[in-house]
């Protein structure tokens, strides 16, 4: 039985539609790059595969990410024109942030072929330890980033979440299960 | 209560087992010592003494894992672990290797010595030498046995027992397995690792996604149904005129129901497979237990069904517990 | 540098044993364990044949030990370990839990399937009274250059995986009987079908494994014919060949030719590739990349 994962829905896809991956590209880099600084721990726990590339394809959006661990670097491309890479995991967005946000097990997701993993296993897998041993927020690291836009931007990824049912922040262990 | 030894491979994880109940959490350093050496995995010397206060502060235990067989020529790599486990403060170190129990039981005679399901130690015999030879105080048995071949060996063993209740299952006697270095070069016993990822290869074809390991196919899937990590035992093989799951199906071990009857036979810990899973999984399955133990404890049925998501393929096993297994 | 037969894992008819032994004892082979290593329930189908051949292995002026079980939980097991030693025999440890039926003082040898990975365990064994250690199959050559020179250094005979199907597993569970739908308690015996083990391929087709009872084989036939020479400089003392059904003395013959300098080691090769099942060759582990390579002679 596959997990009960929310899909995006249509709305925001077509919201996401338009986003030019130029300015999207920025704002992914200036994240990683934040996340890199305050959790150095997880560049010591890829250790050799730091360096690899990893393309990141969030299946129900139009655009698909290159995380480069080593160079702090996240750059969105067009599915239609994916860039190299050394190692590919797609899914639906809410499986990745799940498996982020220690919502899911990312052993479970990928029994259950709600996230698929082509290229050096691996890699993938030292990066999905590296991930959930960080205990990452995304929501904290986009309000973090934006000075003065933090409460706003908060309450809009609240919402976001409570609409679309996606994991935007770290599930504490005593709201589990 | 029974005592509930949790999986950490990350300090994270670690924490999240502390929290959610785990009386002992078990862990390793990251390296070739301990026998889930997996990409991302495990503790620096920081790591574990940062765990160790944690868990201490909070009541638990933390044992550490150096259960792989020491390379002839590099012992002091694990000789190292060693001393480094004693200096954390860890409350118990989990060995399989005879060299490196006698060399721990000469250094380090106060660091207590528990026995790693990896030296297979499947009866009385077995045990009682591993106790009297290196003052093994813990054995964990090998998954080959059942509830009444336990309760034999309780009765006729001083040292505590543990034995596994849920997660990944070996079909195989642990630490007397090649097959992983047959087909990868990399061996549990030897590098701590059981079927590789560096060497897994998925690929797309036709219909089907078939899972290779060191370029023998382990298992083909149709398009969209659940794939299973292609662990070697867990594999779909042909034999004369038959194909199927020729050594185990892809099921994992959950034991909850017979936690009365192994708390009857005499066991003393209940452990919890899955040091490579996440802080969630490890949460999940942490809390489901500790309530299990605690109705054991009461006198209440245990709990049931909670875990199934979680499990490898996700159907569950009673393993080699039940006789029928074999 | 000599050769030892090691016990035969598969379960073959009393007539088939007793032939083979007789056969064994005219071949120049130094040494022979035998025994069941493999699964107790067999033992009274074949047993009556082991003092003969013990004798008739004596007379022909061999070295001559009884295996334990490679896997012992029953009582009924633990029972037949502890009477092995009454035999008078060295008895070949292969389950570490029968050296707990072995008086201290008395000598004992140590078989493949006991886990001897470095010189820690290689010398509480030898304090406990090891006069002959074979050496894991899974070990690389960097390892056992250590053992071996340590084995020497101690005068204690090293031994290594020379020729035969490789022992990759022991399980609780009877895989034969699984194949058949069968509990391991009513077997019926069926692992006695294959003389050789049971052939296990991939979906794909690729030769893979051999299955025999609880044991899990390799589908190929380890050979350290190209190893040969590296092995006599670091000290191994003997060599072990492991039985198989078909072109054994065959097996054995050459082996001798080989040692004593009277064939090459591709001549060495041409002649067994033969007698393995489906000639395929493997020296993998020793030369220490994936157990399953064909050095061909690289190595």
Redesign the interface.
């Known amino acids: ?3 009960l994962l929310p899909r995006l829905p249509r709305a925001f896809q077509l919201v996401a539609m338009p986003l030019p991956v130029v300015p999207l590209s920025l704002l992914l880099g200036a994240v990683t790059r934040r996340m890199a600084r305050t959790h150095p721990v997880m560049l ?4 050799a ?1 730091a360096g690899k590339r990893f393309l990141i394809d969030p299946t129900d959006l139009p655009f698909v990410l290159l995380l480069q661990p080593l160079a702090s670097q996240m750059t969105a491309h067009r599915r239609s024109s994916p860039p190299e890479h050394d190692a590919r995991i797609a899914g639906p967005l809410s499986a990745f942030l799940a ?1 982020m946000h ?7 997701l ?4 709600d996230l ?3 290229g ?11 991930i ?4 990452l927020d995304l929501t904290e690291e986009f309000a973090a980033l934006s000075g003065p836009l933090a409460a706003p931007l908060r309450l809009a990824l609240a919402r976001a979440e409570r609409a679309t049912g996606l994991a935007l922040h770290r ?1 504490d ?2 709201v ?2 | 209560m029974m005592e509930l030894v949790c999986p950490a ?5 670690l924490r ?1 087992a502390v ?2 109940g785990a009386h002992s959490v078990y862990c390793g350093f990251a390296d070739e010592t301990n026998a889930r050496n ?4 495990n503790f ?1 010397p920081d790591d574990m003494a940062q765990a160790v206060a944690y868990a201490h502060a909070r009541g638990a235990k933390v044992l550490v894992a150096i259960n792989t067989f020491p390379r002839a020529g590099a012992e002091p790599i694990w000789h190292r672990a060693l001393s480094c486990a004693e200096q954390s403060g860890v409350d118990a170190v989990i060995l399989a290797d005879i060299g490196l129990l006698a060399h721990a039981a000469a250094r380090h005679p106060k660091l207590r010595r528990h026995l790693s399901v990896q030296a297979a130690a499947a009866n009385p015999d077995a045990i009682n030498l591993y106790a009297e030879a290196f003052g093994v105080r813990r054995v964990v048995l090998p998954r080959v046995l059942t509830v009444e071949e336990i309760s034999a060996i309780n009765r006729e063993v001083e040292v505590e027992t543990e034995v596994f209740v849920f997660g990944g299952l070996c079909v195989m006697a642990e630490g007397r397995c090649s097959l992983s270095s047959y087909a990868t070069g990399q061996s549990p016993n030897m590098n701590g690792v059981c079927s ?3 060497h ?3 690929s797309e074809e036709g219909h089907e ?1 078939a899972a290779r390991l060191g370029g023998f196919t382990i298992h083909r899937t149709p398009k ?6 292609p662990t070697l035992c867990k594999g779909c093989f042909t034999s004369g005129p038959q194909t199927g799951h020729i050594f185990e199906d892809p099921v994992s071990l959950d034991a909850t129901r017979l936690i009365p009857r192994l708390a009857k036979a005499g066991v003393s810990a209940l452990k919890i497979e899955g040091r ?6 490890v ?2 399955v942490v ?1 489901a237990f500790r309530a299990a133990v605690e109705a054991q404890a009461a006198g209440d049925p245990m709990p049931e069904g ?1 875990l199934a ?2 499990t ?3 159907a569950a096993t009673t393993g080699a517990y039940a006789k029928r297994w074999r | 540098m000599d050769l030892t037969v090691g016990p035969n894992f598969f379960f073959w008819p009393s007539d088939t044993v007793r032939e083979f032994y007789g056969r064994l004892s005219r071949t120049t082979v130094a040494r022979v364990v035998l025994g069941e290593l493999v699964c107790s329930k067999r033992l009274p189908f074949w047993q009556e044949e082991i003092p003969t051949a013990v004798e008739a292995l004596i007379a022909a002026g061999k070295e001559v030990a009884v295996t334990s079980l490679a896997l012992i939980t029953l009582k009924r097991e633990r029972n037949l370990t502890a009477d092995l030693i009454d035999i008078g025999l060295p008895v070949e440890v292969n389950d570490l839990s029968a050296l707990a039926h072995v008086p201290l003082g008395t000598p004992f040898w140590v078989g493949p399937l006991v886990n001897v990975y470095n010189e820690g365990t290689l010398n509480w064994l030898i304090r406990r009274g090891a006069t002959r250690i074979c050496l894991p199959p899974e070990l690389p050559l960097a390892s056992v250059a250590v053992l071996a020179k340590m084995g020497r250094d101690e005068g204690v005979a090293v031994e290594v995986w020379g020729h035969g199907r490789l022992p990759l597993a022991i399980s609780g569970r009877c895989y034969h009987a699984r194949l058949h739908d069968r509990a391991k308690d009513s077997c019926q015996f069926v692992c006695g079908d294959d003389p050789d083990g049971r052939e296990v391929e991939t979906l794909d087709g690729q030769p893979f494994l051999a299955v025999n009872g609880v044991q899990t084989l390799s589908q190929s036939t380890a050979s350290v014919a190209h190893q040969v020479q590296v092995l006599r400089e670091v000290g191994v003392a003997a060599l072990r060949l492991s039985p198989q059904s078909k072109g054994f003395t065959t097996i054995c013959d050459v082996w001798s030719q080989h040692l004593a300098g009277r064939l090459t080691a591709p001549e060495l090769v041409a002649k067994l590739r033969p007698t393995a099942p489906a000639g395929r060759l493997s020296d993998g582990f020793l030369a220490g990349t994936v157990g399953a390579a064909w050095s061909g002679g690289r190595a």
């Open positions: 039985m596959p997990a010591r726990r890829l250790g595969y498996m220690g919502a899911e097990d990312g052993d479970a990928f029994f259950s072929r698929t993993v082509e050096d296993t691996a890699a993938l897998l030292a990066l999905r330890n590296a959930d041993d960080a205990e599930i262990i005593g589990l299960g | 491979g990350t300090p994270a994880a999240a929290d959610a997996f990409p991302g995995l620096s590789p990822a560096e897994v290869a998925y996604l969209g149904a659940p794939a299973p990590y490579q899973r996440s802080r969630s999984y949460a999940q809390r909670a998501r979680l490898e393929g996700q």
